[in-house]
């Protein structure tokens, strides 16, 4: 018998057995997603739920469980993406999903904790910092969304920086009167009380945050930052310093990182346009192509 006549009487053999082993009653396999492509989706339904919890706490005047509900959605919201990316779940549905949780977690829970906390005493006006800083975190996210498909088209040194202050950053800054007010609280600093509830601080801080989330300054992004091997041990051994003092007093520590933040700005734009000027040295450096005989 030829060696093709023998494949095809393998074959028919093959399948008569794989009719004889299913039963009649057997119904063809459930399709759908697995499992680990929902995880990146249900944390981010995770964060946005801290946000809308943050926003009950704050209607009944617990803003200490409501800055954590907020802090516990940053940390969400650092993860969902890294895990997405580790597990090959990434879609268009998880970006357009972690974009709104961004806006209501960052833009809409801060403004509305904070009128919360003094703003509402000033009648309507206190509404317009709250307002400002929700539609600039809106028209933040939407600038980044925009840009994400020209990431490309970047040179590799603007890669490592954002363009304005990113969302979660931005929400944590705001948040800074709630922070020095619960601190003032713990150590029992009536004029520190005062100066973190004025309505005026709080308007400003708002205010100013909101210019940062749509300004085009140059912010590191810690994703891609690396740290030399001389200062490996200093960083993580002031990480632990730090992680002692969050741990001891968590509301100085988180009031004491807002302001090392914007304290990183300038030397953000500054090591960005230094960058920026080795690039264009390069390029002009560079040997020009020589011109194809014609």
Not at 49 to 60: T, V
Request: aromatic content about 10%; overall charge positive; proline content about 7%.
């Amino acid at each position: 018998m030829p060696n093709s006549e023998r494949l095809t009487a393998a074959r028919r053999r093959r399948r008569r057995l794989r009719r004889l082993r299913r039963r009649p009653d057997s119904r063809p396999r459930f399709k759908g997603q697995s499992f680990n492509r929902l995880i990146p989706n249900i944390l981010t339904l995770i964060g946005l739920c801290a946000g809308l919890n943050g926003m009950r706490m704050a209607m009944d005047g617990e803003f200490g469980p409501a800055a954590v509900a907020l802090l516990i959605a940053a940390c969400i919201d650092g993860l969902d993406g890294r895990i997405a990316r580790l597990l090959r779940a990434t879609s268009r549905f998880g970006a357009e999903f972690d974009s709104l949780s961004d806006f209501f977690c960052f833009g809409v829970a801060p403004a509305f904790i904070l009128y919360a906390w003094t703003l509402h005493e000033t009648g309507p006006y206190g509404f317009l910092p709250c307002m400002m800083f929700a539609v600039c975190m809106g028209l933040r996210l939407a600038r980044f969304n925009a840009g994400l498909g020209a990431d490309e088209d970047r040179p590799a040194y603007a890669q490592n920086f954002f363009t304005g202050v990113p969302a979660p950053a931005g929400a944590g800054l705001a948040m800074f009167p709630i922070f020095l007010g619960l601190e003032a609280r713990h150590q029992h600093l009536d004029w520190l009380w005062r100066v973190a509830h004025n309505p005026g601080l709080v308007a400003l801080v708002l205010i100013g945050v909101a210019f940062l989330l749509v300004s085009t300054l140059p912010i590191w992004s810690f994703k891609n930052f690396k740290v030399p091997a001389a200062y490996v041990l200093p960083v993580l051994l002031g990480i632990s310093a730090y992680v002692a003092v969050l741990v001891a007093d968590p509301w100085a520590a988180l009031a004491a990182a807002g302001l090392i933040y914007l304290v990183t700005i300038p030397f953000s734009r500054r090591s960005y346009h230094s960058l920026r000027r080795d690039a264009d040295l390069l390029i002009e450096d560079a040997p020009e192509e020589p011109e194809p005989a014609g």
